[in-house]
């Protein structure tokens, strides 16, 4: 197979030819990249051999307890059952982020871009299902391509859940969030075992809107997720949680940008990473604070379970700070789960294996808690319980 | 029920345990006292078979059954299913794991392995009511997750309860006192004042006569540089008490 370059797009159908000139142009990105040192996507990444054919198969559904729902089959929309307030409509993709090669690539091939509006002071915190599914097979690459509107005064909470098989995946959304707003919207990962997939979202925050993404990570050979989040006016917060359980030789790089472009604009993350065997997890998150952007508070925290010698965690916080009157912490804990911790669960007759599942439960869970919803919390931890039920806990000791 | 012969074990390289022969027969319960770093935590986190202590030399035979059997073979989990428990002296908070799934899941297993059928959760909130009561405590704990955020009080009233739940025929109570106000500590001592039968045996770890004066035990033995060096009845303790540990050791 082939290694990535922007060649092997050539032969597929371009779509949009002003964005794959600019894609040819930024290229594939490599270690020489900021921000991409340790994911080298240009020899990580199989080229696709084509574009998604087959959109008729029915993929299966996951059991879900959401009666809201909007279900897309390889990035195209099938069916959605919303409450009133939320519309959807296909437009043409009218523009993306000209730096960004994931966006870039995503925007040469799909030149329909699915736009969610809420409207004006809709308020709806049960949680709504964007059913993700691809029918892709045999490395065909399939796209998705989301921009979701929640307009002043709104309330919304997403669930995007994405799965599928041996393929390479693009999702790109864009999400903003008007002035007064409130968005929730929590992205599973799903993937099987030999997927690659790219992912973006590039976020606008507005006046004393709130934005919290939550990212749960739970396969694919390798994954790459960029969230890009500009706070644009005076209290606009982002809270960014994540947690990401790996197996076998699992990639998964999560690279978060805050650009805090106003003063008294705020953001907060967690991101939990649970690694196994001979997986790598990266976490970078860059904050950044230019010069009049005064009275600030940022807070970032990175924490990672080691489960095997051979799994590996990259954390890399950077703080670019040029005023002068603001509160930034950071931080980064990479550790193993304690000799005690095990002995007091297998002390009450649980055994070794079992015992360390529940801690890995209990570790990844924190970030999962902090929603309202109780329905989505619950099928949540049962989607990270399954993954940890795959990890093999067995060699801990004797690796 | 026990018996440990000339036991020595030791955690990273420093010799704790240096020949302690000890034997508690069925119903019998027994007190173990002594200063500081004597090795008190350590015999009893051996017998529960604590995966950092390294056993050096000597045995420790337990009863299955109406046989003796060499404890030491066995994995912590497999010693729990055969009726043994330990009542951290510092119990460990988990996270994201409710405290009556926890006991539910530690209850099925134990007592599945004695030969008990599983129950479903309805079933063991029943079961568990009349011990929530005698133990005092609120039965909002049950859906927290364990330990998390209990108090030093609530915490030690927890491993009671599971105490309780699992009914052990070989408690080892671990500094069960310690961080206890008196209130609270006689509501626990009176908690494992009920489970005392002639069936199971008790191991009371402790610095102070205090908790002896609530439970009071058939023996009293003294821990001194991982040896026993003194054992008597129930009036040691006070004697200990009152002398302190310095007539003892020097």
Redesign the interface.
């Known amino acids: 197979m082939e290694v990535l370059s922007t060649k092997a797009f050539e032969k597929f159908e371009i779509k949009n030819a002003k964005a794959f000139e600019q894609f040819k142009k930024l290229g594939i990105p490599d270690k020489s990249w900021e921000g991409w040192q340790f994911t080298d996507i240009s020899k990580k990444f199989w080229a696709p051999k084509s574009l998604v054919q087959n959109n008729t198969e029915q993929a299966k559904l996951i059991e879900a307890p959401f009666e809201h729902r909007v279900i897309l089959n390889n990035g195209d929309l099938v069916s959605s059952n919303l409450p009133e307030g939320i519309t959807l409509k296909e437009i043409e993709t009218e523009n993306w982020d000209t730096h960004n090669p994931i966006d870039t690539m995503n925007a040469s091939f799909k030149t329909k871009t699915l736009l969610i509006t809420v409207a004006k002071k809709t308020k709806v915190s049960t949680p709504i299902l964007l059913m993700n599914r691809y029918t892709a097979q045999n490395n065909e690459m399939a796209l998705t391509r989301i921009k979701t509107v929640v307009e002043d005064f709104a309330e919304v909470n997403f669930v995007e859940y994405s799965d599928g098989d041996n393929a390479f995946y693009n999702c790109s959304h864009e999400i903003l969030c008007h002035d007064n707003a409130i968005t929730y919207y929590t992205q599973v990962q799903n993937f099987n075992d030999e997927a690659q997939a790219l992912s973006n979202v590039n976020s606008e925050v507005g006046k004393d809107a709130h934005f919290y993404s939550l990212t749960i990570n739970l396969g694919a050979k390798v994954h790459r997720q960029n969230i890009n989040v500009n706070l644009n006016a005076s209290g606009a917060t982002a809270h960014l949680d994540g947690v990401f359980a790996l197996t076998g030789s699992q990639h998964n790089d999560v690279y978060t940008t805050i650009n805090h472009n106003q003063a008294h604009t705020y953001s907060f993350q967690l991101y939990k990473g649970i690694l196994d065997q001979e997986s790598r997890g990266v976490f970078s998150g860059l904050i950044h604070v230019p010069q009049d952007s005064q009275k600030i508070n940022s807070e970032q925290l990175s924490k990672n379970l080691l489960l095997s010698k051979k799994a590996r965690i990259n954390t890399m916080p950077t703080l670019e700070v040029y005023a002068d009157d603001v509160k930034c912490a950071h931080g980064a804990t990479v550790g193993q789960l304690s ?14 294996q ?2 360390k599942k ?2 890995c ?6 970030v999962i ?1 902090k929603l309202k919803d109780q329905d989505l919390r619950q099928w949540l ?1 049962k989607l990270l319980v399954n993954k940890l039920e795959e990890q093999d806990f067995g060699h801990f000791e004797e690796t | 029920m026990i018996k440990i012969e000339n036991l020595h074990a030791k955690v990273n390289d420093s010799e704790i345990l240096n020949g302690i022969n000890l034997e508690v027969k069925r119903g019998e319960v027994h007190a173990i006292m002594g200063p500081n770093g004597s090795g008190k935590s350590t015999l009893s ?1 051996v017998i ?5 202590y390294e056993v050096t030399e000597g045995s420790v035979t337990y009863e299955i059954n109406g046989k003796g059997k060499d404890l030491l073979e066995f ?3 497999e ?3 055969e009726g043994i ?2 009542s ?1 002296q510092y ?2 908070e ?4 409710s405290n009556i799934d ?1 006991l539910r ?2 209850y099925n ?2 007592c599945g ?1 004695q030969g008990t059928s599983s129950v479903d959760e309805e079933e063991f909130r029943e079961f568990l009511k009349p011990k929530i009561e005698m133990l005092g405590m609120n039965p909002s704990f049950l859906n927290r ?1 364990l330990n998390q955020g209990f108090s030093g009080g609530e915490k030690k009233k927890n491993e009671i309860l ?1 105490m309780a739940v ?1 009914n052990p025929r070989l408690a080892l109570l671990d500094e069960t006192d310690s961080g206890l106000d008196i209130d609270a500590l006689q509501t626990v001592a009176s908690g494992v004042n009920k489970l005392r039968s002639k069936f199971n045996s008790i191991v009371l770890i402790t610095h102070y006569q205090r908790l002896l004066d609530y439970i009071e035990p058939d023996y009293v033995h003294v821990l001194h540089k991982g040896k026993i060096i003194k054992s008597g009845g129930p009036e040691l303790a006070l004697e200990l008490e009152d002398k302190g540990y310095d007539w003892l050791i020097n």
Do not use: M, W
């Not at chain 1, 911790?341 to 297998?346: A, G, M, P, V």
């Not at chain 2, 988990?94 to 794991?97: A, E, F, I, K, S």
């Open positions: 000799e005690d911790e095990i002995f007091y669960l297998t002390s009450r007759g649980i055994n070794e079992k015992a529940l801690l439960q209990g570790f990844g869970i924190e808690e931890t | 986190k529960a078979g604590h995966p950092s994995e912590p989990d010693r729990a299913k428990f330990l951290f119990p460990i988990v996270p994201g794991v926890f899941e530690s297993t134990i392995h997750p599971q699992l």
